[in-house]
């Protein structure tokens, strides 16, 4: 029996994928491990977003040269967005010649092919493809999560903010068609999953790319209207193309999580506009305002970089008060790091290392306030939850919002199944609840 191990870096973006990794392996006789010493084949699928999980891919790629010795076999492949950076295939081909495959973004569905010519000639294979290709409906796929189901809507992203690399390593926008989509969402749903979380860099401009009217709210709507016990969830959403179409049947759909992730990355406007963002701060909170206004159970959450070149305290202490303002469920915080070939790396005024901590740890410890008094406000509410779990003497569940949740009762409940639960108290960030009946 031949097995596979494959690490993942990143984004859900990478996670799904890595699925499809999988879905080839299994298809080739392969099984799963977590032993690296027992794999024949170890999968890097990588990220490139900032430098730190850059260096710590290529610290862990480096690490597994040793597995080689004891088995002369193994093979090591590399993919994801590292490997379609500029110079990175150099790079492998000269300093990690230990690593047999590479291939990049939009090559992913070739992956079995290259297995097979390694196994065949044993000569490195690098094939990275510079262009986006017609998205491939026929790739196998192997999922991992239990009750989720990830599905790609869109690939690519379109917007080149000034500090991203994305755009560089996953090409234009190329959405799949609502028909295509709408297939695999049904599947999922008789199959059992309760939640389904739609994946494009920028969701909001689902269908641009079409001739017709097909757009991302008219998307949601369709996967509303099949039947079933489920919840549809998205990530991620730019401000900047965030409708009101979308806002109303987030609010009006009973099927539609409540959850939005709308990354602000800065609360000032210059920065905003250096970064090439194409909203202002009235802008987004223009969008805050009507969803707060319009979306029943509302949870939002963010992304934010600090330390973009030129920040001053005065900027960053802009976004401090936009966290404020907001009052968001969750904050992702970003120390900004400079990528290679994006238009910020050009920019004068770097911020040292040292105001980039102090300023993201001021903002982490902020939004852990506002958690800690949002999950205190949840005390004596009722709330739907999905149970996903059982232990000895309680079930475990997850708000729609993700935040988790210890049920206790005596009652069988049904796995996955969605309940209502009222919140007694808290433990730690876990909600101590009981069942509403
Ligand atoms: N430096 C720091 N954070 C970044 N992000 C994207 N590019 C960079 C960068 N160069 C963050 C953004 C984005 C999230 C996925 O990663 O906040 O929303
Ligand atoms: Fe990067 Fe901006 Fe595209 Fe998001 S929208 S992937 S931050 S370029």
Known sequence: MKHYLIKTYGCQMNVH???????????????????AEQADIIVFNTCCIRDSAEQKVLGNIGAVKKLKKQNPNLIIAVCGCMAQENGRKELFQEKY??????????????????????EKSKKNIYDIWEKEVEINENVEMYRTSNNNAWVNIMYGCNNFCTYCIVPYVRGRERSRTIEDITAEVKTLVNEGYKTITLLGQNVNSYGNDFSDETNFAKLLRTLCSLKGDFKIKFMTSHPKDLTDEVINVIATEPKMSKVIHLPVQSGSNRILKLMNRNYTVEHYLELIKKIKQQVPNYFISTDIIVGFPTETEEDFMATYNLVKEVNYGGVFGFIYSKRTGTIAEKMDGQVSDEIKHDRVNRLLKLSKQIIKEQNLALVGTVNEALVESKTENEYLATLDNGKNVILQTSENIKIPSFVNVRVNSIDRNKLICSLVK
């Open 17 to 35: 994928e890595s699925e499809k990794l999988a879905g080839m392996l299994k298809s080739l006789g392969y099984n799963e491990t977590n032993n």
């Open 97 to 118: 010649k230990h690593v047999n495959i590479v291939f990049g973004t939009h090559n992913l569905h070739n992956f079995k092919e290259y297995i097979l010519n390694f």
